[in-house]
């Protein structure tokens, strides 16, 4: 799907050939002389329609508008939530079949993040899933002009919604993704794909260079599985290497069938969106490709399955982690912390100036914020506040949790430094502080999306969350620090004429049981 901003008046609108013209009208929408005008004007008039987000009124072959079908479409106060809600609301309009070319028309002026919440969810809604299922049929929507009065002032929102919606589509795709499908091996290839992009840079390692970084929680999960394990290095550098990267590590698990402390059945295929934190970083380093922003990122991803066999892992064995700390494990199924504290520890060479971890953690995080809001920990009050700031701006809203050193109690163990779980109570709390004793210094936080990963029920699937709420608090940095980070300049090409192999094609891609970990 292409997405094309142009400035048009009411009266252009009116003029312009489309399938269906989607006129999006606030509440506070004065009414002028115009065609597309005179019909919200009759349609209050008459009470057939209002401006409440979300309602709507379609209207066929109106004299004098050249679009096919007109859809009056109220926002509400214009706010980006609200557009956002009623864009969803219409989108089973702009899917139907022919609609090929799509006219969204603000009939005032908006303000920039109302113009990024309707490129987003319209993108969003447009996803079909197609990898292993071939008779799916896409959606016919090819082209929507987005119109508005002045197009300067919402451009650059615009730009950025759209490589916000490839991340989040990226993700998506790769956590929907059967596990067969989508492999610890797999995994590493999308990331190498990504990385011949501008500025960015891929490392993999397997198992051997894995045992030799002294890894060994992480290698402790991934013994159970045929599947050999794959630790994915990822690095975007927009600034000069010496400003401190920001460093997101995401949870790989790419199926999680509890190990030896087995999950129940039921549900346990959504096991594959056990990596949506691996998946919510591609889909951050996708969006990072095509906006080139002044900042330094790396992402890290331990990737690997969870499964029993004969050489897993057992409960009560003791493993020794890259930082040197052993680890009683009393549940294999709580295996996503013993995957990131090694990662979390490798992290501490690249002297971040920031660390997020994200994972699909505990279904403690579900019970305790159902799928609204992200569960989010953090060790550093400014850290903690910009991204509760991203969050909100991106309409990918997280929640901060309590740190207290109380809650660190019932990870103590008799026979190791930690165990790996503590008691049922505060779950989701017990396991931000196991994470949080292998981050040291560095700004930290923490965020367990189990809730917000994915949904269950009649419309399984991935969300993509938290790629936007991640990527607005990657440009709210760049932008606080300014001209300190200046884009660097980008290399050029030794072989002139030489193409690059292009970036994966995303445009037109198309609850937990509770317990210790999911």
């Not at 859809?71 to 089973?92: H, T, Y």
């Not at 490589?163 to 589509?169: E, P």
Request: hydrophobic share 50%; glycine share 8%.
């Amino acid at each position: 799907m292409n997405f094309e901003l142009k400035a048009l008046a009411l009266p252009q609108a009116a003029n312009q050939p489309a399938d269906v013209l989607v006129l999006l009208v606030p509440d506070a929408f004065e009414p002028g002389s115009d065609a597309l005008s005179t019909l919200v004007a009759h349609a209050r008039k008459n009470k057939d329609w209002d401006c409440e987000a979300g309602k709507l009124l379609q209207l066929y072959q109106v004299p004098a508008i050249a679009a096919r079908r007109v859809v009056l479409l109220g926002v509400g106060n214009g706010s980006a939530k609200a557009v956002r809600q009623a864009v969803v609301a219409c989108a089973a309009v702009l899917k139907g079949p022919g609609v090929v070319q799509a006219l969204l028309c603000f009939a005032a002026s908006p303000v920039p993040q109302s113009v990024a919440a309707a490129v987003q969810a319209l993108r969003e809604a447009c996803y079909v899933y197609t990898a292993t299922k071939p008779q799916a049929k896409a959606v016919s929507l090819a082209h929507v002009v987005l119109a508005v009065a002045e197009e300067q002032p919402v451009r650059a929102a615009f730009e950025a919604a759209q490589a916000v919606a490839a991340g989040v589509a990226l993700a998506r795709e790769w956590a929907n993704r059967p596990a067969n499908h989508a492999t610890p091996t797999r995994l590493a290839e999308v990331a190498q794909e990504l990385a011949q992009a501008p500025r960015m840079r891929c490392k993999v390692r397997g198992p051997s260079e894995v045992q030799e970084l002294g890894m060994g929680a992480f290698l402790a999960v991934a013994r159970g599985s045929r599947e050999p394990l794959r630790f994915i290095e990822l690095r975007y550098q927009g600034a000069d290497k010496s400003h401190a990267p920001v460093v997101l590590v995401g949870k790989g698990i790419t199926f999680d069938a509890g190990g030896i402390s087995l999950k129940p059945a039921p549900e346990m295929d959504e096991m594959k969106f056990d990596m949506g934190g691996a998946a919510s970083v591609l889909g951050v380093f996708q969006a990072l490709a095509l906006l080139q922003p002044a900042i330094n990122v790396v992402g890290l991803i331990p990737a690997c399955e969870n499964l029993p066999d004969g050489r897993a892992v057992k409960p009560g064995d003791v493993v020794t982690s890259m930082a040197g700390q052993t680890i009683e494990i009393l549940n294999t199924d709580a295996e996503g912390r013993l995957v990131l504290c090694d990662a979390l520890t490798y992290a501490a060479r690249f002297e971040p100036a920031a660390l997020i971890d994200v994972a699909t953690l505990t279904g403690a995080c579900v019970i305790a914020l159902g799928g609204v809001r992200s569960g989010m920990f953090a060790s550093d009050e400014t850290l903690a506040s910009a991204l509760l700031a991203a969050g909100e701006a991106a309409l990918d809203p997280c929640w901060r949790m309590p740190l207290d050193e109380e809650y660190g109690e019932g990870l103590k163990s008799t026979f190791a430094d930690v165990a790996n779980v503590a008691g049922r109570a505060a779950g989701v709390v017990t396991a931000a502080k196991f994470l949080q004793r292998f981050v040291g210094t560095t700004p930290w936080a923490h965020l367990d999306i189990a809730g917000t990963a994915w949904k269950s029920g009649a419309a399984k699937g991935a969300t993509g969350r938290p790629v936007a709420l991640l990527v607005q608090y990657l440009l709210d940095r760049a932008a606080a620090v300014g001209a300190d980070l200046a884009p660097i300049k980008l290399a050029k090409e030794k072989k002139p004429g030489k193409k690059k192999a292009a970036l994966p094609d995303v445009s037109g891609v198309t609850e937990v049981t509770p317990g210790q970990g999911v």
